[in-house]
């Protein structure tokens, strides 16, 4: 077996293994097997109206988003046969739904990251992944030793006491963060103060699939102008720190909630009064560990913003690693 996979890239984030057909986060019908790895909008399909596989959450989370297409959906640790390989989604941690693909064809055994954490998101199916694999394509958003997350624990209380210290002053907690995923850890990190929470409308929808699907987001429902000011904690994504929905609430505190937040430079650039750093993808040394335990031939970086600095950690170690030239253009 040789050490370099074939593959060819399809847009900014899709991939396409031409062995087997498998097409991975593609935008068309580039491929005769399709799978997604999660909703967030910039690993979905441009054609709307395609088949692929995908996990059942992601289904329902892709359908509210606008998906139209036929949508197979497999369990997770549960291979799939097709007629050129055989495939299985394993949990990736990062939002509700999202995989990592593994598929095992002639070429060897590859794994597809998709966006990943580990230790995963509590509102998450978890994080599961093979013993070994010949091939890694992994995501590295976050690829600097300055990237080390706490653990969730610390952070949610952080979140708490946030909420906790506004409320008590008569001031609304605004928590600004995407509304897919860490709104919804951002609410189940709430939820054991039992106080109502207020979410961007977007973010509603995709919340009552978490609720239906048994994740405890505590008490909320979707934002409302008339009553945001009553004792109310607002989720809501950062583009609405300039519309009405945020400008308008007399009294209120910012919290900025994503891996970003780990730049102290970011508090005055979005001028908000709390940073709180967490993240939904993988931090730099979770990252090492996990090509270290996979000891693939080859790790191939994507989504990266720099990736000479994993390149050569990993190259240190003697695993080959290659970036590949894509994008990161996730939510967060
Ligand atoms: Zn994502």
């Not at 991939?15 to 999660?38: E, M, Q, R, T, Y």
């Not at 994507?302 to 000479?308: E, R």
Request: charge should be negative; proline fraction near 6%.
């Amino acid at each position: 077996m040789s050490s370099s996979l074939s593959y060819s890239l399809n847009g900014y984030h899709g991939i396409i293994l031409p062995g087997p057909s498998v097409g991975l986060d593609v935008n068309g019908n580039v491929a005769k097997h399709i799978f997604i790895s999660h909703a967030h909008a910039d690993h979905l399909p441009r054609d709307r109206n395609m088949h692929v596989y995908a996990s059942a959450a992601t289904e329902k989370l892709m359908r509210i988003r606008g998906f139209k297409g036929d949508v197979t959906t497999l369990a997770f640790n549960k291979p799939i046969e097709l007629d050129t390989c055989r495939v299985t989604l394993y949990p990736a941690g990062h939002i509700l739904g999202s995989a990592m693909i593994g598929v095992e064809c002639d070429e060897g055994h590859i794994l597809y990251s998709g966006d990943y954490r580990n230790p995963p998101s509590p509102v998450s199916e978890g994080f599961d992944c093979p013993d070994t694999v010949d091939y890694f394509i992994t995501e590295a958003t976050f690829p600097l030793p300055i990237y080390k997350w706490k653990p969730h624990e610390e952070l949610f209380r952080g979140i708490r006491d946030f909420a906790l210290e506004c409320l008590e002053t008569d001031t609304t907690p605004v928590f600004l963060c995407y509304n897919l995923g860490k709104a919804q850890e951002v609410m189940h990190a709430l939820a054991p103060l039992k106080k109502r929470v207020q979410i961007h409308g977007a973010g509603y929808k995709l919340s009552q699939v978490y609720s239906e699907m048994g994740y405890d987001l505590g008490v909320y429902e979707s934002y409302n102008k008339d009553t945001v000011q009553e004792g109310r904690i607002l989720v809501t994504p950062s583009s609405s720190v300039e519309q009405p929905m945020v400008r308008n609430i007399r009294r209120k505190k910012l919290a900025y909630v994503s891996g970003w937040a780990a730049h102290e430079s970011r508090r005055s650039q979005l001028t908000v009064d709390k940073l709180i750093p967490l993240s939904d993808h993988i931090d730099f040394f979770n990252l090492l560990d996990l090509c270290r335990k996979l000891n693939p031939k080859t790790v191939y970086l994507t989504h990266t913003p720099n990736p000479a600095v994993v390149q050569h950690y990993l190259e240190k170690e003697g695993i080959h690693a290659l970036p590949l030239n894509m994008e990161a253009h996730d939510e967060e």
